[in-house]
């Protein structure tokens, strides 16, 4: 079998710092979509759309770029030092964070909405009670983790992180490897890896029909799905090479099921779906392949935008690389803070989304880079500590290590 290089790739570096910032301009843009919990009176279609587009590839493809990063930090470490550093880095700040941050945006949530008018106080106190009846009531379901909100992510790369760990062990066995390379074989021909979409969309085509809810059993499956594809395409080098190749079919494939999507109206669908008798169906079968089949194309997309800009050949900083994950823990609170006030100013709608997107970005990244620079936040954050002495962003390269 023909492994990927041991050098750390760098492009890696690169999309999950896009992909995280995304998702802060994704909560920055949802007041402006409507069913969020902070709303602008008015809303826009066209930025309803762009959110739906993101929604097919965007977490997506920090699975898919965890779990590829699973398979180079199982060359240096034995499985119980990834799972302490997992824990380190994922378990710590979502504790934390469904501690400290969770309130705070249930509140200012309430506030909006008129739901409560009491003190943060007399709300807090509440909170614990408030959260053990939500538990009870949600059951036993991966949705268990929203009880962090954003925090979810966390809670769920850590789970898929334990549950894969016996796939991890077969697929370094002589047979899983057998098994890889042959899959490798495959894939010499055009357009192949598009069928990775396969198993990544057969969780959600069964487990769908169980409940439409995001961040239920059948998102979980789709998740987990696309973490393992990720493990299993760098774990040999041909399958790299073949998704390389394969853009200009993602593109044609992408475009067409999203436009696809759309015509059907795919979100529509879904929210009926709660109230009408469910069937495996005709309908059933092309809604839920579309679905899938538009986020694995776009996610080869992104891939090879990585694999294939000069820039994300180099280094990203390290101040840049250390500040992705507590990006992602500190985002929410602030941007929804942001969009309380923002969306009461008498603006048009452009000019609020453009100055909440603004604001909502420029102001995590600073308080982020703020709270690295002190030394008892960073593990809270799943930040990695330095080693004494070093202050400076200096450059980074190593080996490969399995960052969110």
Known sequence: MVTMPAERIHYFDWLRAAAVLGVVLYHALLPFTGGWWINNAEQSELLDAVIFFFETFGLGLLFLLAGASVRFALRTRSMRAFLIERAARLLIPFVVGTLLLTPPIMYVAAVHDGSTSESFVAFLAGWPAGMIRWAVDIGFSPKLFEVGFHLWFLGWLFAVSVLGLPIFAFLSSGRGQALVAALARLARWPGATLLFALPITLPPFVLFAGSTEERDWWTFGWYGATFLVGYVLYADDRLVAAVRRDLRPALIIGTVTLIGMLAFDFEGWAEARDTVAFSYDATYLLMVSLYGMTGWAWTIVLLNLGIRARFMQRPLSRLANEAV??????????VLAISF?????????ATKALVNVGLGVGVTVLVATAALRLPFLRPLLGARQRPQGATAPALVAGPLRPDV
């Open 341 to 349: 006030f923002v969306v009461q100013w008498p603006l048009g709608l």
């Open 325 to 334: 994950l507590p990006i992602y823990v500190l985002h929410l609170p602030i």
